[in-house]
Structure formats: C-alpha cells, structure tokens
Nanobody, 116 residues
C-alpha cells in the first residue's frame, strides 16, 4: 500500500533552518511530480514548491523564493524541502504530495513552528 514518512518538522527560531524529508513507498516514485504544500491555522492549504519527476524543473510560491529549495532523490524515493531564513509566517503543517495523471497521494503532514 501507499505509505508516506514525513520528518524534519519542529520548532525553530526566526532566521533558522529546517530540512523536511518525505520518503514514500507503494508506487513508482520516479514518475511522479512531487510537491510540498502547507496549511496554517484558519487558512487554506497552499502549494509551496514542486519538482518534476526527473528533478529538472522546480517551481516555488513567491513568498518562499530564495529561501526554500525542493529536491529529490529517486534512488531513495525521497523528496526534500530545505527551508532557510524561516519567518513566523512560515508556521504551518507541511504536506508532501505525489501527482501523476489519474493518481494523487498525500502524506500525513509535519508541523513547522517558527517562533522565538
């Protein structure tokens, strides 16, 4: 069955860094577009960053450009989100998503809190 293991969230001070990881199983990771989304309390879930199946194309929401980097290792079935210069407004539950025509899978989410 499809499984997601998300990790790397936690409490960090403003200006700090975190690296989220999402390791999947149960489907052919290397043919899926992967993305990270986040949902803050009282707000809708939003796309943060996405990466093509081959890793040669990435996209970011404007608010994280220059601070966050998405990457993937198809040999490890893992997608990463390196988050630098974190701000309190980055506080949210971060979700990993896998997308392929006809298939969408979501991870369970990992909490990120940016606070002093």
């Amino acid at each position: 069955q499809v499984q997601f293991v998300e990790s790397g969230g936690g409490l960090v001070q403003p200006g700090g860094s975190l690296r989220l990881s999402c390791t999947v199983s149960g489907f052919t990771f290397s043919i899926y577009t992967m993305s990270w989304h986040r949902q803050a309390p009282g707000k809708e879930r939003e796309l943060v960053a996405s990466i093509a199946s081959t890793g040669d194309s990435t996209n970011y929401v404007d608010s994280v450009k220059g601070r966050f980097t998405i990457s993937r290792d198809n040999a490890k079935n893992t997608v990463y989100l390196q988050m630098n210069s974190l701000k309190p407004e980055d506080t949210a539950v971060y979700y990993c998503k896998a997308l392929n025509p006809g298939r969408v899978y979501w991870g369970q989410g990992t909490q990120v809190i940016v606070s002093s």
